[in-house]
């Protein structure tokens, strides 16, 4: 999960914009999906500024992003007043422009252009609407296999760099469970193994998962030294690393 | 949001560019405003390179049109504010919340201004 917190003013919206709509992408909605996500956090946050605090003392709002099992899910969190959506008429879009009711937009928009919305409150929490999108059904194909990826090099400060924008390029395509094959490695620096690290943070980012495979024991030992096996998957071959990700499914 | 105006025989012509959202709207309600304050009530909006509206454009929109169709000179003529050129984001947000039948969308400013 990533967030970012603001002051609930003005200067917050484009802000907010920039970064969901990086985020969006990154999960792999397409460009319309996108531009509506983007248009609903507009809403919701919106509706943070003008509504829960008072103009001259804004107070701060949070939003996060996860993507979790072809899901793309937001929540923007404040601290301000309680929001109720109960007490906001829901617009009759089809009344003359005589009868038009000019609010109560926003939250219409929202639950058109997501596909779940839900509100909370609690006395402590504060507000929490949380907003998510479906990822579109044709996912890439590489989404849901199990892709294996075979280091074929030392992973040191010089590698390291080439085995970032290797495993990225898959990333990128869809994939998401992934097994590195490290049974040609022989050697691993601190510097191969922050972007193993990386790999790893950006795949949970994305809802998937990072297994390690088949090392060899001069690098196993520099995960054992640091601590780092109980931060990483590693299994003994690369059949075990794929059946491990079959059996959690 | 950057906003060309420009002053026709009977019409203003007002292009809307780049985002109008809750932080660039009022900038759009004051221009109108401003028109409606010297007598000037047949607008047109110019959309053809609005990227984004979010809600509090859309009000601008709606309470500008009820003012300005309040403006009658007699039955048949008077104020408006008609829209020309909808990119295919914006109608979508049109659709979404009937703007669609609420407002006259003309598809090219020509054709708009001579409307009125």
Known sequence: ?249 | MELNHRRLNRVDLIEVIGRVDAASAPQLKQLIESLFADGRYRIVLDLSRLEYISSPGLRVLIEARKKARDWKITDLEGGDIRIANLPPRIKEVFDLTGFSSLFEIYGDTVEAVGSF
């Open chain 1, 1 to 249: 999960m990533e967030s970012i917190t603001l002051t609930a003013d003005l200067d917050a919206l484009a802000k907010i914009s920039a970064f969901i709509t990086a985020a969006a992408e990154r999960c792999g909605l397409d460009e319309r999906a996108t531009w509506q996500v983007q248009l609903a956090v507009d809403e919701a946050v919106t509706n943070v500024i003008q509504h829960a605090y008072d103009p001259d003392q804004p107070g701060d709002l949070t939003l996060s992003w996860q993507c979790h099992d072809h899901r793309f899910i937001v929540t923007v969190r404040d601290h301000g007043r309680q929001f109720d959506p109960s007490t906001v008429p829901v617009p009759d879009i089809t009344s003359p422009l005589e009868e038009r009711q000019v609010g109560g937009l926003g939250i219409y928009l929202i639950t058109r252009l997501m596909d779940e919305v839900h509100f909370e409150f609690s006395p402590q929490g504060g507000n929490l609407l949380t907003m998510v999108k479906y990822l579109p059904h044709d996912q890439p194909a590489e989404a849901n296999e199990v892709v294996v990826i075979a280091i074929n090099d030392r992973i040191d400060a010089l590698t390291a760099p080439r085995v970032s924008k290797l495993v990225n390029e898959r990333i990128s395509n869809g994939a998401r469970q992934v097994v590195l094959d490290l049974s040609n490695v022989s050697f691993l620096s601190s510097s191969g193994l922050r972007a193993l690290l990386l790999i790893r943070k950006e795949l949970m980012t994305l809802g998937g998962e990072l297994r390690l495979a088949a090392l060899q024991p001069q690098v196993y030992e520099v995960f054992t030294i640091t601590g780092f096996t109980q931060v990483f998957n590693i299994h003994p071959s690369v059949s075990e690393a794929r059946a491990a990700f079959s059996q959690r499914r």
